[in-house]
Nanobody
Framework: QVQLVESGGGLVQAGDSLRLSCAASGRPFSRYPMGWFRQAPGKDREFVTAINWNGGFTYYADSVKGRFTISRDNAKNTVYLQMDSLKPEDTAVYYC???????????????WGQGTQVTVSS
């Protein structure tokens, strides 16, 4: 079992930056590829980015490529999402998740955090 807790969300203006954190506890964190997803009201949960177990490989959705950066610190059991040049369309609840294998598909992820709200005003 892995417990995940996100933090760092908030209300910002377009063009601003935020850094989300996801703290893990339970099973060895370093075993799991990690992903960030987001869900806006009335929309399906969508893939944002993922990182492999040691941070050597990352993958991004086209909508955030060049603006968002995922990273992890296995010594701190934490994964981060640095979000720059935020846009109003980035407004959503952001979730971190752990998976046995690197994936862009939500159903491949076994463990989920409770989510943190990010709101970007224009």
């Amino acid at each position: 079992q892995v417990q995940l807790v996100e933090s760092g969300g908030g209300l910002v203006q377009a063009g601003d930056s935020l850094r989300l954190s996801c703290a893990a506890s339970g099973r060895p964190f370093s075993r799991y590829p990690m992903g960030w997803f987001r869900q806006a009201p009335g929309k399906d949960r969508e893939f944002v980015t993922a990182i492999n177990w040691n941070g050597g490989f990352t993958y991004y959705a086209d909508s955030v490529k060049g603006r968002f950066t995922i990273s992890r610190d296995n010594a701190k059991n934490t994964v981060y999402l640095q979000m720059d040049s935020l846009k109003p369309e980035d407004t959503a609840v952001y979730y971190c998740a752990a998976s046995p294998s690197l994936s862009t598909t939500p159903r491949e992820y076994n463990y989920w955090g409770q989510g943190t709200q990010v709101t970007v005003s224009s």
